[in-house]
């Protein structure tokens, strides 16, 4: 059974920086992409970046481009999302996803994803 395990949401101020990981459990992610997509109130879920299976290519939405970094720990079976520079507009809850579809495709719909974490929190206040 696949199982994906966010962590890393919190409370933090504009400006301040976080870290959410995603663990998979039951699969490896050698063979698949690896997405993080985000819901914030009254919005609908956008994928926000993704990371290929041999890490070799990533792609950001604009909303989040130069300020997230995506990467992926193999040998660990867990990806990071690092966001710096965070603006109240990112307060959403934070999915992480895995899929099939090459990151190079930009994969954004939520539909073109097989695998889902059950998401973490981060909010932006001051």
């Known amino acids: 059974q696949v199982q994906l395990v966010e962590s890393g949401g919190d409370l933090v101020q504009p400006g301040g920086s976080l870290r959410l990981s995603c663990t998979a459990l039951?699969?490896?992610?050698?063979?698949?992409?690896m997405g993080w997509f985000r819901q914030g109130p009254g919005k609908e879920r956008e994928g926000i970046s993704c990371?290929?299976?041999?890490?070799?290519?990533?792609y950001y939405a604009e909303s989040v481009k130069g300020r997230f970094t995506i990467a992926k720990d193999n040998a660990k079976n867990t990806g990071y999302l690092q966001m710096n520079n965070l603006e109240l507009e990112d307060t959403a809850v934070y999915f992480c996803?895995?899929?099939?579809?090459?990151?190079?495709?930009?994969?954004?719909?939520?539909?073109?994803?097989?695998?889902w974490g059950r998401g973490t929190q981060v909010t932006v206040s001051s």
């Open positions: 039951g699969v490896s992610l050698d063979y698949y992409t």
């Open positions: 990371i290929s299976d041999s890490d070799s290519y990533s």
């Open positions: 996803a895995l899929g099939v579809v090459p990151c190079s495709y930009h994969p954004t719909d939520a539909h073109e994803w097989h695998h």
